[in-house]
């Protein structure tokens, strides 16, 4: 089966302008997830969704991140404006139902977001 | 709020040798899974643990849980190269609710 789908690989900006990610999970998987992962640390959740509604954007910070999945199946995940501290490595992952079907979530490949 | 620590963060280990990596969490959690990432790339699925005393084996890797203990290893059997690389733990915050907390993550590096 094909993998989680993630685009672009890589972004560079400046602070202050916008950026919108775009994920694509592998076909008939529910839940979709955006982590965020700081260089050298591990994955920090942002936001989840079961099809197209969100169960959980509390560490999302909603002033400048934002988040959609309208139908139910692509998702993207935009910043506006960006700081300094967003720079990292934005991973989308996705499950057949959650875990509660016992299955790890699949990881896209990311995309490295660079703030200069 | 679900803590989750690794130790060690680094690791240098010669090819040939035993170890284990150490994954302890903070609250009551069924449900734990291990991690692969090599540099530059995504995280790889390796263990899902499910109850407690669970372990499960992948060619050199062994993974073992106990909830009581609140405590998975990740041991490591006559490592090679190929298995350089940062391993995370990672619990399901709220059993049921479906969320991942990782951990801090091991950076192995296998020496020849």
């Known amino acids: 089966e094909a993998g989680v789908a993630q685009s672009p690989r890589y972004k560079i900006i400046e602070k202050r302008q916008s950026v919108a990610f775009w994920c694509n999970p592998i076909?008939?998987?529910?839940?979709l997830y955006w982590y965020q992962q700081i260089l050298g640390q591990g994955p920090k959740l942002l936001i989840q969704?079961?099809?197209?509604?969100?169960?959980?954007d509390s560490q999302l910070p909603k002033d400048r991140f934002s988040a959609e999945r309208l139908k139910g199946v692509d998702s993207t995940l935009k910043i506006q404006p960006a700081k300094l501290e967003d720079s990292a490595v934005y991973l989308c992952?996705?499950?057949?139902?959650?875990?509660?079907?016992?299955?790890?979530?699949?990881f896209g490949n990311g995309t490295r977001l660079t703030v200069t | 709020e679900l803590k989750v620590e690794q130790n060690p963060l680094f690791l240098s280990m010669q090819e040939g040798k035993n170890y284990t990596i150490y994954c302890n969490y903070s609250?009551?959690?069924?449900?734990l899974y291990w991690y692969r990432q090599d540099p530059g790339k995504s995280l790889e699925s390796l263990f899902v643990?499910?109850?407690?005393?669970a372990v499960k084996q992948e060619g050199r890797l062994m993974a073992s849980l106990d909830t009581k203990a609140r405590l998975s290893t990740l041991h490591i059997t006559a490592a090679v190269h190929d298995l350089s690389a940062t391993y995370f733990c990672?619990?399901?915050?709220?059993?049921?609710?479906?969320?991942?907390?990782f951990g801090t993550g091991t950076r192995l590096t296998i020496i020849p």
């Open positions: 992952a996705s499950s057949r139902g959650g875990l509660s079907y016992n299955s790890p979530l699949h």
């Open positions: 076909s008939g998987h529910a839940t």
């Open positions: 969704f079961q099809n197209n509604g969100v169960v959980d």
């Open positions: 609250t009551t959690s069924d449900r």
């Open positions: 643990l499910l109850s407690n005393g």
């Open positions: 990672a619990v399901d915050r709220n059993f049921g609710n479906e969320k991942l907390t």
